[in-house]
């Protein structure tokens, strides 16, 4: 189960304290979509109807690991997974099959989650014909789990799993990020031990206090249902409060909580795991935020609005300066009830020092001399677009988890018309003065706590918490400073125009929305009209090739090349002055260059589309290589590659594909040793090889855009590209050429964890339509089998999965089947994951066909709406030859595919010449 929600395209947060200002007049009140009733006995029940969209639903209970006595360590979030191991309704795991049968499948649309405060559990439908279904299991977890002693044994070893795979290097539990959230949660809510508990108090559940805390936090007035989708208010209620009636537990035992602020101007240490470079942090309170006055809106759009200023400032200046750090940024930490302004700069150990002056000075002037009129600008024009269109595009489930979260950290939720009147109200008012005058109060308060995160094998001793506190002196010290003034640019050059333009050879219509074009410089390009998108504008430009296209010498150089052309700038514009343009534009772009395929992703509005387009022709066509900023890049690449090759991680992916692969494979591990001898002419001859040379250049576009439109766009921005013709080429050879088909290694994470996979590989032919359909059906079957065998009934691992790897274009297809376990379980686990492997062989029965099948389609159900998502697989498809109509109605596949295909499929694996290799992850030494 997730252990925390993460909402990232969710609008940013709440602001700083003190600020009165009354740009905004306006009155506002919630989003009243949502039809909210208070049943009698305190359920709260949120419905919004949106007619002939799937159905999401969630149930929250306002409990969670602040809530567990000291024997009860871990309880709330033990008793969320107990919550799928039997009810007297539904006994064991009956509500995973029942669900899964219909299209439903665990993990990815049934699911639940424990914080500190709340337990949510969600069901995402594919129509509303499970929803009295999904009601009667909502009633069973309010007061009939059944917890059966068996099947809390059973339930240890997941969550045993659980803390395996969190706690040894595989999650975020020992990143920056993790730490600084249990920071937060420490100081606000008084806690002192993760959501998860300790591993002492999993092996050793009671029964009796885990029906306690069930009995105790498990109430109606603590819960909320809340369900968006194809359903009517009216009679949903009416089931709703007919079903609850008769759940009347009281709340006198249950404890009333406040939140307390952050701490003040404390400082803390921390250690990290291997994968995260040492970093420095400041914490800000910027309290609550109820979102239900003018004031409340103003903080949150101008928190908004500076946080990523800052962030942008403190890139730009880092890159202007070659300022000694691996990162820095800002951003609103918004996972609890009050907002928290995060400013971080990541460093070598040995540029510590440097690397904290630098940002004490730099905040400095920030606070003295303010912003520009252009960097406000920028981030007004992209928080105005942000605000404006967050829903567009929006699904049940997105209107869902939106509702919960606000209502998770007190929030009310507003209209996204409310939003862009607001939002359109305060950009027009607040000036360049405004601004300024709340930076500055903001990085005026003393009331800063900093958080140092120290290398995994640095220890915070007390000597060692004496030399930070020096440290973090020096930064306070040059931060105490007066502020440099800067000279910064107040105005955005044009971006250069094509120098030439081409001709429309052909459009031809596929369905009604979906167009073909021929130009006349050999480029197709595939134009998905979406006229209920909104705003959003997504581009996907490239052909096949990739690093595979590459003779290995020149490998280093392509994977290098992506970062050393971005840092050069584009257009002639410098990287920073691209950047403000981008931001203040709302338009995006980034070079790709993968193993099978290169060219851009762009997204804009559709006012800014031309200026993606005319990015993408300067970066197929006009890019230059500035020498000083390859060679900055290439060393800070090079430490981020030593860095995770120096990881656990690392390690056990070099012993591997090492192992595996041929050293001339596209897929060999390469080492900063190769990329060191990379030079700016090898990175150009790259460039040339790439994105000069035209091996099936595709385009496609997908959103609000008509034919007519897009007419005069083609030929300005696409036709007039020249590019060296290349013959089509066939699969690329992957290399892989096993040295041995069994492989122990000790790369692991330490502790008590063994990785165990198996891998099958075997020819590949031309990618077809149906091999996309076939291949996600085939991982979902075996993730079903691991999750039956060895989750449910084995008890060994919290999260084994399977997928299929299988690149368009290469000659390799591979089926991995992936798990862990204790080292006590090990042989066990060898087993249960061999009988898994075995099965293979036999191909799928009926049942999981059909239960898979209905899966993939209710996966693919809210990407029908999504032009980024439309875009992508359009893309990856076209390049392969595949149909691509296929992403525009995936059912029609699906549909036709046959209980003899997936069969044949899976058999293949088996044949005999196919390879099997087995391997084992042993944990590292200490």
Partial sequence: MKIIKRFACLMLVALVTGCQSTLIDQPFSADNSWQTQTLENGLIVHIKELPNQSVSTRFMVRTGSRDEAEDQKGYAHFLEHMAFNGSEAFPKNEIVSLFGDEGVAFGQHLNAFTSYTNTVYEVDLPSNEKLSDTLAWYREIATSLTLDPEEITKEQGVVLGEFRFSFQGHSDASSTDFEIYRLIAEQLYNVDEDVLGTEDSIRNVSEDRLRDFYQTHYTPSRSEIFIAGDVDVASTLKEISELFATWTATDQQAPIHKVSPLSRGENSFVRVNDLSFPSTTLLFDLGANPMETATDFENFAAASVLSNAISTRLNDRARDLDAPVQSTHAQLIQWFERTILSIQVSYETSNQLEAMLFLGEELATLRDQGLSTLEIEAQTSDFLKLESTFSDNYTARNYAEDHVFSRMIGRQTLSSETYKSLSTVFVNRADKAWFNKELKSLLSTKDVQSLVALEHHIYPTEQVKQEQLALIADMQKAFKQTGNVLVLPDLVSDFPQP????????????????????????????????????????????????????????????????????????????????????????????????????????????????????????????????????????????????????????????????????????????????????????????????????????????????????????????????????????????????????????????????????????????????????????????????????????????????????????????????????????????????????????????????????????????????????????????????????????????????????????????????????????????
């Fill in 499 to 926: 120098d030439k333009t081409g001709e429309i050879v052909a459009i031809q219509d596929l369905d009604a929305n979906t167009t073909q074009w021929q130009l006349s410089n050999g480029v197709t390009v595939y134009l998905r009209h979406m006229p209920n998108s909104g705003d959003d504008v997504h581009v996907y430009a490239g052909s096949k090739g990739g690093l595979a296209a590459l003779p290995p010498s020149l490998r280093p150089a392509g994977l290098l090349m992506p970062g050393a052309y971005s840092e050069s700038g584009l257009g002639g514009l410098s990287f920073n002055e691209y950047n403000r343009l981008m931001v203040k534009e709302n338009a995006y772009i980034e070079p790709m260059v993968w193993e099978h395929l290169h060219g851009f992703y762009g997204s804009s509005t559709k006012a800014s589309l031309p200026l993606v387009l005319a990015s993408m022709f300067q970066g197929f066509q006009h890019a230059t290589l500035d020498e000083e900023m390859f060679e900055r890049h290439k060393a800070q690449f090079i430490k981020n590659n030593r860095q995770y090759l120096e990881s656990v991680d690392g390690k056990a992916l070099m012993a591997v594909s090492n192992e595996i692969y041929d050293e001339n494979s596209v897929r060999h591990t390469l080492t900063p040793e190769d990329y060191e001898k990379v030079g700016a002419n090898d990175v150009v001859k790259a460039y040339d090889n790439l994105m000069k040379t035209n091996r099936g250049i595709v385009y496609v576009i997908a959103g609000d855009i008509a034919v007519d439109e897009f007419k005069l766009l083609a030929r300005t921005y696409l036709a007039g590209m020249t590019f060296k013709g290349l013959p089509s080429e066939g699969l690329y050879d992957v290399k892989l050429e096993p040295k041995k088909d069994e492989l122990t290694i000790a790369f692991g994470p330490k502790g008590n964890n063994v990785e165990l996979f198996t891998m099958f590989a075997r020819d590949a032919e031309k990618k077809t339509t149906k091999d996309y359909f076939l291949a996600d059906i085939a991982g979902r079957i075996l993730t079903t089998r691991l999750t039956e065998q060895v989750r449910e009934t084995g008890s060994l691992d919290y999260s084994p999965y399977s997928f299929v790897m299988w690149p368009e274009g290469a000659d390799t297809q591979q089926l991995l089947i992936v798990m862990s376990s204790s080292i006590r379980k090990r042989k066990e686990a060898r087993d249960a994951l061999n009988k898994i492997a075995d099965s293979i062989g036999h191909g799928a029965t009926p049942e999981e066909f059909s239960s898979t099948s209905k899966q993939l389609s209710h996966a693919l159900q809210d990407g029908l709406s999504q032009p980024q998502e439309q875009a992508r697989m359009m893309f990856n498809y076209v390049l392969a030859d595949a149909d691509p109509l296929a992403v525009v109605n995936p059912d029609r596949v699906i549909d036709a595919l046959t209980q003899e295909d997936i069969n044949q499929y899976l058999k293949a694996f088996t044949s005999k010449s196919a390879i099997r290799i087995d391997v084992t992850n042993l944990p590292s030494a200490p």
